[in-house]
T-cell receptor, first 112, second 116 residues
């Protein structure tokens, strides 16, 4: 079962524009992570935000977390063609296994 | 930079045959995960190991899938017999921390399985 729902499912923008992806989840979490996956490859960890944090930055990435709304957003600023990939949110629950549950993903296309 | 290794990268098999996938996690990572990712969807956890012990295999179809991590290092995932619906990407990941909290996971390149 997948907890996260991501919106939009697909996004197409021009190079230099900002891209925003949203993730909603259902149960309480202890952290939320974002991963990137290039076509046919493994996932790469981008950023982790803990449940007691509201915003986090890493380079051109900005992640927000609203635990009251059970939602998160990933903003990629000044996008590049190399940012073309699928982006997944994954939630870590307050459990004893450290298990991550992934969403369905947002496919981002950045046109040069 | 240390990486998670997986082999083979691609596997084509006929239904009812047996297939096996291998994963070597990053050195020192105690936790190892096997995921299945169907095209267009996010990864779903099949099995999680802490050292050599299984801590979560609730989504593993145990009638046909098996996984082992005998010495707590590398791991093998087996499917026998393979079915058409098993066609997917099989991803291995590892993490440094114990099972107590969700930590950053490092993924291998995956094995793309096609069952004919």
């Amino acid at each position: 079962s997948q907890q996260g729902e991501e919106d939009p499912q697909a996004l197409s923008i021009q190079e230099g524009e900002n891209a925003t992806m949203n993730c909603s989840y259902k149960t309480s979490i202890n952290n939320l992570q974002w991963y990137r996956q290039n076509s046919g490859r493994g996932l790469v960890h981008l950023i982790l935000i803990r449940s007691n944090e509201r915003e986090k930055h890493s380079g051109r990435l900005r992640v927000t977390l609203d635990t009251s709304k059970k939602s998160s957003s990933l903003l990629i600023t000044a996008s590049r063609a190399a940012d073309t990939a699928s982006y997944f949110c994954a939630t870590g629950r307050s459990s004893n296994t450290g298990k991550l549950i992934f969403g369905q993903g947002t496919t981002l296309q950045v046109k040069p | 930079e240390a990486e998670v290794a997986q082999s083979p990268r691609y596997k084509i098999t006929e239904k009812s045959q047996a297939v096996a996938f291998w994963c070597d996690p990053i050195s020192g990572h105690a936790t190892l995960y096997w995921y299945r990712q169907i095209l267009g969807q996010g990864p779903e956890l099949l099995v999680q190991f802490q050292d050599e012990s299984v801590v979560d295999d609730s989504q593993l179809p145990k009638d046909r899938f098996s996984a082992e991590r005998l010495k707590g290092v590398d791991s093998t995932l087996k499917i026998q017999p393979a079915e058409l619906g098993d066609s997917a990407m099989y991803l291995c990941a590892s993490s440094l921390e114990s099972q107590v909290r969700s930590d950053t996971q490092y993924f291998g390149p995956g094995t793309r399985l096609t069952v004919l």
